[in-house]
């Protein structure tokens, strides 16, 4: 599967920001998807997840509360709503998919096999 994902930018303190990642192939409802981010000179870092149904999401404890993931199966689509962002937030943010994440490895970046190229946001204060 190919991702592709936008939607970054640059917000002020408060402001809300909508990613999207755009995937290819007939079997994206069997990936589970996530979203995680990297700071300069930080390691990349779990924000969001969801399993195949996007019925059941997980989110860092940084997040919880301002950052909604969704998905829409049948566009290949998967979403990171991002409200009340501050500048903390600041970061490339990566969408992931694999077929293979479960409960216990969700979070975990090189649970991942594929990657899109990343988006920037930036949150001034």
């Known amino acids: 599967v190919q991702l592709q994902a936008s939607g970054g930018g640059s917000v002020q303190a408060g402001g809300s920001l909508r990613l999207s990642c755009a995937a290819s192939g007939r079997t994206f409802s069997r990936y589970t998807m996530a979203w995680f981010r990297q700071a300069p000179g930080e390691e990349r870092e779990f924000v969001a997840g969801?399993?195949?149904?996007?019925?059941?999401?997980y989110y860092a404890d940084s997040v919880k509360g301002r950052f909604t993931i969704s998905r829409r199966n049948a566009e290949n689509m998967v979403f990171l709503q991002m409200n009340n962002l501050k500048p903390e937030d600041t970061a490339v943010y990566y969408c992931?998919?694999?077929?293979?994440?479960?409960?216990?490895?969700?979070?975990?970046?090189?649970?991942?096999?594929?990657w899109g190229q990343g988006t920037q946001v930036t949150v001034s204060s």
């Open positions: 969801t399993f195949r149904s996007g019925g059941n999401t």
């Open positions: 992931a998919a694999d077929m293979s994440a479960i409960l216990s490895t969700i979070r975990r970046p090189d649970s991942y096999d594929y």
